[in-house]
């Protein structure tokens, strides 16, 4: 098959594209950004090649698919469209591979990412498995029966999606702008649950228990009344160590590299998956106690004393696991929070917890709202100000005045956004070393 992907840099997208490169299909890309963008290291690698104008003149057999983020009206759709050719959703594509795929899915508010990756780590290195996950990483073989998805619930995605096994991490408010409330979002999600013939979920989140469910879910928490238990927590500066326990019995000891108790119930997620698939408890211990992190999750640079944190963090829950996370490896530094609010929906909606949250870091600093999608003008006096003035030790920052940063030289500084915050990481990064230099 050919397929030409419009909005290919997007993290789903590229995804996408090497997944379908690795199954033996002819993939070539657009996308509107010139910017390098992280998402980008599977395309580089695989060459495919991103086009971004309208020079590239594909067959009558390609397929177009294209990212929800292209509007109808984008001149390329519109082009393409004149060419007669055959055009899927993103989400429909995807969803046709979990038809032809035993797929194992990660869903939930938070986490996702994190739990996939884990999750493909250990079955890929036991039993062979395809994966698409959300920091721009896919991986296919022809010969594989396992798909490891990354069901991301915004606008619904996941409900094109056709799971045999289903991890559901947590279910929050998010999505405002595509769901009227929490109740509609339970209620998507436990659509999808009903789908899946094996169910595993977090027991430590009070609305996964909302869940109206047609079969026995496997749980996974801190508490005894789970399936899954981690016990014994030692979350200090270098490890995250606990016991787990299965069915009331110790199954084995964890020392992970990341941080949080987050990442611990992430872990638990992977286990439990892995036990249903009969992995051997050496080969999920190995692969887990190895575990490096997600692309752009607590992602960490240090420039002589300082460290810089580079992370996805959009949600107000998302922020505390960064700064829980900072805490735990940094004890004896300050740590200041940095930032970029990404749609005017989630600002308005989240805007106490956004400040509350903020609030907790040492010092904050807040970017104007970045978002392609909405119209400001559809959310009259929301700004990033919103947040700002709610702050008891905050400020605006922009690329421009990036250096205010250097007052917090020698801390750890945590950039913040789902939005491409990288190119201002690497311009602070700049000014940084030429500080330490001079």
């Known amino acids: 098959m050919k397929y030409y992907l419009i909005g290919v840099k997007g993290s789903g997208m590229s995804a996408l594209a090497s997944l379908l490169f690795d199954l033996g299909n002819i993939v070539v890309g657009y996308d509107d950004s010139l910017e390098e963008k992280f998402t980008m290291k599977g395309l ?20 177009v698919c294209y990212s929800n983020a292209i509007s109808s009206n984008h001149k390329e759709i519109k082009r393409l469209q004149g060419l007669n050719l055959k055009m899927i959703k993103y989400q429909d594509l995807i969803g046709s591979l979990t038809k032809q795929y035993e797929t194992i899915s990660i869903s939930g508010t938070h986490g996702k990412t994190t739990t996939s990756l ?8 036991y039993l062979g498995c395809n994966y698409f996950v959300g920091d721009g990483r896919g991986h296919g073989n022809i010969n594989n029966k396992l798909f490891v998805l990354e069901s991301c619930e915004y606008n619904k995605h996941f ?20 769901y009227k409330d929490i109740d509609d979002i339970i209620n998507n999600f436990n659509i999808l649950a009903n789908r899946a013939s094996n169910l595993i979920l977090c027991g ?30 030692d979350l200090n500066n270098e490890t995250s160590s606990f016991d787990v326990y299965y069915q009331g019995k110790f199954f084995d000891h964890y020392d992970l590299k990341v941080f949080g108790k987050h990442m611990v119930l992430d872990s638990l ?3 439990m998956t892995s036990i249903l698939y009969k992995v051997p408890k050496e080969i999920i211990k190995e692969n887990l106690n190895n575990f490096n992190g997600a692309i752009r999750r607590f992602n960490e640079f240090i420039i002589d004393k300082t460290v810089i944190i580079d992370d996805y963090a959009h949600h107000p829950t998302e922020l505390k696991s960064v700064l829980d996370s900072a805490k735990q490896k940094y004890p004896n530094k300050k740590i200041i929070g940095v930032f970029m609010p990404n749609t005017y929906s989630r600002t308005k909606n989240f805007l106490n917890d956004f400040s509350k949250v903020l609030n907790e870091f040492d010092y904050a600093f807040v970017f104007d709202i970045k978002c392609d999608r909405e119209d400001p003008k559809d959310y009259p006096n929301i700004t990033s100000d919103s947040i700002i003035n709610k702050l008891e030790h905050g400020e605006k920052l922009s690329k421009e005045t990036i250096s205010k940063l250097l007052e917090y030289q020698d801390e750890v ?3 913040m956004s789902c939005a491409n915050i990288t190119p201002i990481i690497e311009e602070f990064k700049k000014i940084l070393k030429n500080t330490y230099q001079a």
């Open 44 to 63: 580089q690698i695989r060459n495919i090649k991103v086009y971004h104008d309208d020079s590239f003149k594909p067959s009558s057999d390609f397929i």
């Open 269 to 271: 997620a992977c286990i």
């Open 159 to 178: 409900l094109s999606y056709y799971p045999k096994t289903l991890i559901i991490t947590n279910i929050e408010l998010e999505h405002t702008e595509c």
């Open 118 to 125: 884990m999750t493909a780590s250990v079955l890929d290195n």
């Open 204 to 233: 430590e989140d009070s609305n996964t228990k909302k869940l109206k469910l047609d079969k026995k879910a496997y749980y996974y928490g801190f508490d005894n009344n789970n399936d899954l238990v981690a016990k014994n927590l």
């Open 413 to 415: 500084i945590c950039f």
